[in-house]
């Protein structure tokens, strides 16, 4: 079974702060993504990476930027984490190829800023 | 661009009782389709998904949906819901004019009383 693993299930940061969040799957996938999830909104994309060093702006990209170095890990940066960007964030990956692959997704991180 | 509506926020049935989710999707094409599921604390996980051939799909945990072009609908059933079917439900859609990019609904939550 794939597996996406997130680094932190809950992270509670200061309004200013740089925050990492990361996320690693275990399948070879070229396709990453991170979603955000608000209640009513449902989930809403961040930034998505076709492959390694790759990565395309989403439907919400302000505020946010990401790296994928290896083809393993996609991490998401908070440059400077605000109140509003408290929310659920879930990382997800698939195999490359024909838009039929599902996305595998790991728990999600529980993001607080304060 | 593609879009997908779920009209029902919560929806709460009795347990054994027969469900169904509405999914509507905007495309022109033929698109992707996927159902997932959420339990809480988790991530999200396929029930299905359709991409051509039968228009009766069946997943896992007994669940099904049935992908009717005339209406743009995608509605996912189970014959007797269980207890532990309570969740989040997400229908998705997936198409080439989106970079095959998954786009999410708004989510409906699923409530069952005893």
């Known amino acids: 079974d794939v597996k996406v693993t997130q680094s932190s299930r809950y992270l509670v940061k200061r309004t200013g702060e740089k925050v990492f969040l990361e996320c690693v799957q275990d399948?070879?996938?070229?396709?990453m993504f991170w979603y955000r999830q608000d209640p009513g909104l449902g989930l809403r994309l961040i930034y998505f990476s076709y492959d390694v060093k790759m990565k395309e702006k989403g439907d919400i990209p302000e505020g946010y930027s990401v790296s994928r170095e290896k083809k393993e890990r996609f991490s998401l940066i908070l440059e400077s984490a605000s109140t509003n960007q408290t929310s659920m964030y879930l990382c997800?990956?698939?195999?490359?190829?024909?838009?039929?692959?599902?996305?595998?997704f790991g728990n999600g991180t529980r993001l607080t800023v304060t | 661009a593609q879009s997908v509506t779920q009209p029902d926020i919560h929806i709460t049935v009795s347990e054994g009782a027969s469900l169904e989710l509405r999914c509507n999707y905007s495309y022109g094409a033929t698109p992707y389709l996927f159902w997932y599921v959420q339990s809480p604390g988790q991530g999200l996980q396929l029930l299905l998904k359709y991409f051509s051939g039968d228009t009766l799909v069946q997943g896992i945990k007994g669940f099904e949906a049935e992908f009717k072009r005339s209406q743009s609908s995608f509605n996912l059933r189970k014959p007797s819901v269980h207890w532990s079917d309570a969740a989040e439900y997400f229908c998705a859609v997936g198409a080439e004019g989106g970079s095959y990019i998954p786009t999410f609904g708004r989510g409906t939550s699923l409530i069952v009383h005893p």
């Open positions: 399948m070879d996938h070229e396709n």
């Open positions: 997800a990956s698939r195999s490359a190829g024909v838009g039929n692959s599902p996305l595998h």
